[in-house]
């Protein structure tokens, strides 16, 4: 059975940090791209950073560029999001998914999702 087991939201002021883990098991890591998709209070799930499984290198929407960091640990089947310098409107639920097909960029590719970990900043 896929699981993806998010931890480490939290509240947190303004300008603050955060890291979220994401411990996956139940499939072959390297077998699926791997992304972080957040949903905020009324609106649409968006994708955040997706890491590509051809190179490793890791994506991340304009809104988040130069203040989150994804990365991921094979040998623990984990990956994290590094989220510093942050705004209140970085406030959501912050999803870890997998696509064994494509990107995990698109939310239309991801075969399955974690149950989420809540982000509060406050400002």
């Known amino acids: 059975e896929v699981q993806l087991v998010e931890s480490g939201g939290g509240l947190v002021q303004a300008g603050g940090s955060l890291r979220l883990s994401c411990a996956a098991s139940?499939?072959?890591?390297?077998?699926?791209?791997i992304g972080w998709f957040r949903q905020a209070p009324g609106k649409e799930r968006e994708g955040v950073s997706c890491?590509?499984?051809?190179?490793?290198?890791?994506r991340y929407a304009d809104s988040v560029k130069g203040r989150f960091t994804g990365s991921s640990e094979h040998a623990k089947n984990t990956v994290y999001l590094q989220m510093n310098s942050l705004k209140p409107e970085d406030t959501a639920v912050y999803y870890c998914?997998?696509?064994?097909?494509?990107?995990?960029?698109?939310?239309?590719?991801?075969?399955?999702w974690g149950k989420g970990t809540l982000v509060t900043v406050s400002s």
């Open positions: 890491i590509s499984r051809t190179d490793g290198s890791t």
């Open positions: 139940g499939f072959t890591f390297d077998n699926y791209a």
């Open positions: 998914a997998i696509a064994q097909y494509g990107s995990a960029c698109s939310y239309y590719n991801i075969n399955y």
